[in-house]
């Protein structure tokens, strides 16, 4: 285990009745890394949570978080989390809320008095700090559960979903929080289904299907990948339909992958140098309507490793 990683864990298992939940994960996450834990709707990623913070026991494997093992209680107060579904209690105030886990943490009162005003001002509920959280919005309880998984100063964040029900200045202002806390060396793990938002904040993404990582990369580099190309054709009168099977075939030189769609087909991993023999080919075999190239996306990356399935 080295002690350079934030996160590490080696053939991780989980499962409930004898069925995996997350059948063989090893990852790795280098501290100060930004990293988005990505995959389809149950493959695994919040058990995959639950068990970094010891709040389930691994069938099987094991794993590190700061250097120690997995559960360990000292390491807790290092971690900071923000779950998918909390429950804050509604009678707290927001800086009642702040001040208990504050608490629970340990963090020292001298600390906690100078750095809850300040959270409350960066997650802007410094204005409504001291409502009850039954009066607030969900977006404002999205940004209380935040400042609440910082009020100890984490080295290590793990956020399930953390801009759920935030309007675009709200997901916004989480970007920017997170950017902060990346350039003062702060580790994040961030689940979530809105790739939009790990694409513009995480350095790199882990996906994971039924609990494995079936591929990672770096967000900077998905532009290296190549082109998507969108084209929309159609066979000619007179052509069977089993021609586009062929089409697909003669593609693949040029491509990483071609995935029929719709009214024709989209080529992923394609270089710019190669869009004229494409064009030349298609428009030889079947007719052309339109030929659109763009650089890749977080989007296409999850489809061309994922496949279409619901995330």
């Known amino acids: 285990?080295?002690?350079?990683?934030?996160?590490?864990?080696?053939?991780?298992?989980?499962?409930?009745?004898h069925r995996p939940a997350v059948a063989d994960l090893s990852l790795r996450v280098a501290r100060?890394?930004?990293?988005?834990l990505l995959g389809p709707?149950?493959?695994?990623?919040?058990?995959v949570v639950k068990m970094l913070l010891g709040l389930v026991l691994p069938t099987s494997g094991e794993g590190t978080l700061l250097g120690h093992r997995l559960g360990d209680p000292e390491t807790r107060r290092r971690i900071g989390f923000l779950p998918e579904r909390f429950a804050f209690q509604p009678w707290l105030t927001a800086r009642e809320l702040l001040t208990l886990h504050a608490d629970l943490g340990q963090v020292p009162r001298?600390?906690?008095?100078?750095?809850?005003?300040?959270?409350?001002?960066?997650?802007?509920?410094?204005?409504?700090?001291?409502?009850?959280?039954?009066?607030y919005?969900?977006?404002?309880?999205?940004?209380?559960?935040?400042?609440?998984?910082?009020v100890g100063a984490p080295e290590l964040l793990l956020l399930d979903e953390p801009t759920s029900g935030l309007d675009p200045?709200?997901?916004?202002?989480?970007?920017n929080l997170i950017a902060r806390l990346r350039a003062e060396g702060t580790t994040a793990l961030i689940n979530s289904h809105l790739l939009g938002e790990i694409e513009s904040t995480c350095d790199r993404v882990i996906l994971i299907r039924e609990g494995i990582v079936v591929h990672e990369a770096k967000l900077g580099a998905l532009t290296s990948e190549g082109c998507v190309v969108r084209i929309r054709a159609s066979l000619r009168p007179g052509s069977s339909p089993e021609?586009?099977?062929?089409?697909?075939?003669?593609l693949s030189p040029w491509c990483e992958q071609v995935q029929p769609d719709g009214d024709g087909m989209v080529l992923h991993g394609v270089r710019d140098e190669d869009l004229p023999a494409i064009h030349r080919y298609l428009s030889g075999r079947v007719d052309v309507y339109e030929v659109a190239a763009r650089k890749p996306s977080l989007e296409d990356l999850f489809v061309r490793v994922i496949g279409t399935e619901a995330h």
């Open 1 to 17: 285990m080295s002690p350079d990683l934030a996160i590490e864990t080696i053939k991780l298992c989980k499962a409930y009745n």
């Open 32 to 36: 100060g890394e930004v990293v988005g």
């Open 41 to 47: 709707n149950g493959a695994g990623k919040s058990t």
């Open 110 to 135: 001298a600390v906690a008095r100078r750095r809850i005003p300040e959270l409350l001002a960066q997650v802007a509920l410094a204005a409504d700090a001291d409502r009850p959280l039954r009066t």
């Open 137 to 150: 919005s969900k977006g404002m309880l999205q940004r209380a559960g935040l400042a609440q998984a910082l």
């Open 169 to 175: 200045g709200g997901r916004l202002l989480v970007r």
């Open 243 to 250: 021609m586009w099977q062929g089409v697909y075939d003669e």
